[in-house]
């Protein structure tokens, strides 16, 4: 069986979103969720990172995260991907409950729906890369071996 999963609102998986509320303190701040940790990090060491952190909702820092009148990091291809894990890993590191969840999943495929996303989801099609599921098997992966 494979696990999709897309929004936070989906009553068994949506914790495996990036806009799921489990905050946690990472560099000695306070993020809401994973999606305002992450966008936020495409602006290190500028007051933009502070803005992106410091909104209400995951929704407002992905679209201030996705702008692009200011630069991004250069080196932002090449740590996105090391970013998102550290991240989500905090994430089910510090929320037993939805870690109980992740690893209640076994060895299953587990893909984010996104149909709109080809790099982090399936996409429209499926063909996207997943590299949020990959991820989060990933996590599962590193969760269980410190378990």
Not at 28 to 39: I, S
Not at 70 to 93: G, N
């Amino acid at each position: 069986m494979t696990i999709y999963f897309y929004t936070d609102r989906e009553p068994l998986y949506g914790c495996f979103s990036n806009f799921s509320k489990h905050g946690f303190v990472m560099d000695k701040l306070w993020w809401n969720t994973t999606e305002h940790y992450f966008q936020a990090q495409k602006f290190i060491n500028t007051p933009y990172l502070e803005q992106i952190r410091s909104v209400n909702t995951p929704n407002d820092a992905a679209k201030m995260g996705r702008k692009r009148t200011l630069p991004l990091r250069p080196d932002w291809e090449s740590v996105k991907d090391e970013i998102m894990l550290r991240a989500v890993l905090c994430k089910f590191q510090i929320h037993i409950d939805i870690r109980e969840i992740l690893l209640g999943t076994g060895d299953e495929e587990i893909i984010e729906n996104a149909p709109n996303d080809y790099y982090w989801g399936c996409g429209k099609d499926g063909t996207g890369k997943n590299q949020l599921g990959l991820t989060l098997m990933q996590v599962r992966g590193i969760l269980r071996e410190n378990s």
